[in-house]
C-alpha cells in the first residue's frame, strides 16, 4: 500500500516563510502534489514533482528528493489567508499510476 | 462554465437507508474520484475511475458502490453496511494519463441520524 507522513500543525508568523515535509512509502511513483484546503471548502491544487528538484510558483515552492521519498512545500511571505490544511498526494502504486493517495495534513496557522 | 458539481451540498439521512451522492463535470476528464473525509483528517480514497463502464477500489470501499455510465458521472452510493456514514465526501476529476492536477468538487456533507 501508500502511506504518507506529515506534521499536523504548524504554526509561522506573517512574513516568514515555513516549510511542511511529507515522507512517503509507495510501490510504484509517478508524482508528487500539494493541496490547499481552507475550512469547509474543497482542496485546491499548488504544485506538483515528478523528478528530483525544486518547483517554483509564486509565493509557493515544492521539492522532491525521490531517493529519499521526501518532498516538502515551501510557503514564502506568509500572509494570513494561507492559514489552510495544506496535504501532500502521491500518484502510483499497486492501484496504478491512476490511483491518488493523500496524506492527513498539516494545518497551518499564520500568526500577526 | 467548466468544472465539477455535487448535490446537494448538505444531506441528512436515517440510519439504515442507502443514499447516492451525485457528481457531474464537463471538463471533458477521464478519471474520477471519490475521497471521505471526516473532521481534522485527510481524504481517503474511496473508489476511482479511470475510464466509462470501468472502477477501481480505493483504500475504503466497503460499504461503498459506485457507476461510470457516462463519462461526466461518477455518482457514489452509500449503503447501509457503511458503518459510520456520516462524512464529508469530495469527488475530483483529472484530465488524463499524465496530468497530476486534480479538480475538486465543492463536496457534500453527509449527516446520517
Known amino acids: 500500500g501508500q502511506s504518507l507522513e506529515q506534521p499536523s500543525e504548524v504554526t509561522a508568523v506573517e512574513g516568514a516563510i515555513v516549510q511542511i515535509n511529507c515522507t512517503y512509502q509507495?510501490?510504484?511513483?509517478?508524482?508528487l502534489s500539494w493541496y490547499q484546503q481552507h475550512d469547509g471548502g474543497a482542496p485546491t491544487f499548488l504544485s506538483y514533482?515528478?523528478?528530483?528538484g525544486l518547483e517554483e510558483t509564486g509565493r509557493f515552492s515544492s521539492f522532491l528528493s525521490r531517493s529519499d521519498s521526501y518532498g516538502y512545500l515551501l510557503l514564502q511571505e506568509l500572509q494570513m489567508k494561507d492559514s489552510a490544511s495544506y496535504f501532500c498526494?502521491?500518484?502510483?502504486?499497486?492501484?496504478?499510476?491512476?490511483?491518488?493517495?493523500f496524506g492527513t495534513g498539516t494545518k497551518l496557522q499564520v500568526i500577526p | 462554465d467548466g468544472g465539477i458539481t455535487q448535490s446537494p451540498k448538505y444531506l441528512f439521512r436515517k440510519e439504515g437507508q442507502n443514499v447516492t451522492l451525485s457528481c457531474e463535470q464537463n471538463?471533458?476528464?477521464?478519471?474520477m474520484y471519490w475521497y471521505r473525509q471526516d473532521p481534522g483528517q485527510g481524504l481517503r480514497l474511496i473508489y476511482y475511475?479511470?475510464?466509462?463502464?470501468?472502477?477501481q477500489k480505493g483504500d475504503i470501499a466497503e460499504g461503498y458502490s459506485v457507476s461510470r455510465e457516462k463519462k461526466e458521472s461518477f455518482p457514489l452510493t452509500v449503503t447501509s453496511a457503511q458503518k459510520n456514514p456520516t462524512a464529508f465526501y469530495l469527488c475530483?476529476?483529472?484530465?488524463?494519463?499524465?496530468?497530476?492536477?486534480?479538480?475538486f468538487g465543492p463536496g457534500t456533507r453527509l449527516t446520517v441520524l
Open positions: 475530483a476529476s483529472r484530465p488524463g494519463p499524465s496530468a497530476d492536477t486534480q479538480y
Open positions: 509507495t510501490s510504484g511513483f509517478y508524482g
Open positions: 514533482n515528478a523528478l528530483d
Open positions: 498526494a502521491v500518484r502510483g502504486g499497486s492501484g496504478g499510476y491512476q490511483k491518488v493517495t
Open positions: 471538463l471533458n476528464h477521464d478519471a
Open positions: 475511475s479511470q475510464i466509462v463502464n470501468d472502477f
